[in-house]
């Protein structure tokens, strides 16, 4: 295995199976591991992580006073949609407990189920903030991770996570889970023992 980057002959950065990338010019950074299933989830697993790279990198690229909070066009469209499709998905669902209730003839049960089968299985996926912190340790509000995470947020304009877990794995994630819209930022450990001293430090 080559140890220099072919592009900027910097030292190649390799974390457990994943493809070694160049920290100094980023080659090679949107190579991810493959993915267990067949030629279609390949394929739009691939698309998905190609599309999420170039998102991100997109999003580091531009300067703190270009990240705006305004409301967007395409903003106004996600909620208009997400608006429509719930409505629907209601009316899909009381349509089936109504054709059930009334409905004597098999036909119009077997309608009725199905629309409520329809509705439940695209309901919406809010997820839970007990999935969401299985498998790692809630910090406290006190502890220096937290301190840090507050620092880069207040830093970035970013809004602060309102939990905070770390795990074992070498990897960062957020989500936004439950109807309450929990902040959850996942951090491993080996990312946090990986950070210059001077970042670690207030």
Excluded: Y
């Excluded at 409520?116 to 007990?130: D, E, Q, T, W």
């Amino acid at each position: 295995m080559q140890n220099a980057c072919p592009e900027c002959a910097g030292d190649l950065i390799v974390v457990e199976k994943a493809a070694p990338w160049c920290g100094r010019c980023e080659w090679n950074l949107d190579a991810f591991p493959p993915v267990d299933g067949g030629w279609a989830a390949r394929a739009v697993a691939r698309l998905d992580r190609r599309a999420g790279f170039r998102a991100g990198r997109a999003l580091a690229a531009r300067g703190e006073n270009e990240i705006s909070r305004r409301v967007t066009k395409g903003f106004v469209v996600l909620v208009a949609v997400s608006v429509l499709l719930t409505a629907a998905l209601l009316a899909a669902a009381g349509l089936g407990v109504w054709l059930i209730v009334t409905g004597r003839l098999l036909p119009p049960l077997l309608l009725g189920a199905a629309l409520i089968g329809f509705a439940v299985m695209l309901r919406p996926r809010l997820g839970s903030l007990k999935h969401a912190v299985d498998g790692g340790w809630t910090l406290r509000e006190d502890s220096p991770v937290s301190a840090l995470v507050g620092r880069i947020a207040d830093a970035t304009g970013a809004p602060r996570p309102h939990v905070i877990v770390a795990d074992l794995h070498w990897n960062a994630s957020a989500a936004v889970v439950g109807l309450r819209r929990t902040r959850v930022l996942r951090l491993g450990v080996p990312l946090l023992l990986a950070l210059d001293e001077r970042i670690r430090s207030p």
